[in-house]
Nanobody, 123 residues
Framework: QVQLVESGGGLVQDGGSLRLSCAAS????????MGWFRQAPGKEREFVAG????????SYADSVKGRFTISRDNAKNTVWLQMNSLKSEDTAVYYC????????????????WGQGTQVTVSS
């Protein structure tokens, strides 16, 4: 079992920045690829960013590329999502997820999920 706890969400103005954290506990963190997903009201959960087990490979949704950065520290059992130049369309609940394999953009491929943290961008 892996337990994931997100933090760092909040209310920010258009163009602002937030840094989300996801703290993991349980099984060996370095054995899991990590992903950030988000879900806006009335919409399906969607992939935002992913990072490989070593941290050497990252991937992003086109909508956030160049604005968001995913990173991890296996010694601290933590993955972050730095979000810059936020837009109103980034408003959603953000979830981190763990997968005991390579990064995937599909929600169904992830084994563990956090409870989510709300990000609201006001225009």
């Amino acid at each position: 079992q892996v337990q994931l706890v997100e933090s760092g969400g909040g209310l920010v103005q258009d163009g602002g920045s937030l840094r989300l954290s996801c703290a993991a506990s349980g099984r060996t963190f370095s054995g899991y690829a990590m992903g950030w997903f988000r879900q806006a009201p009335g919409k399906e959960r969607e992939f935002v960013a992913g990072i490989s087990r070593s941290g050497g490979t990252t991937s992003y949704a086109d909508s956030v590329k160049g604005r968001f950065t995913i990173s991890r520290d296996n010694a601290k059992n933590t993955v972050w999502l730095q979000m810059n130049s936020l837009k109103s369309e980034d408003t959603a609940v953000y979830y981190c997820a763990a997968r005991a394999s390579a990064v995937s953009t599909l929600t169904s491929r992830y084994d563990y999920w956090g409870q989510g943290t709300q990000v609201t961008v006001s225009s």
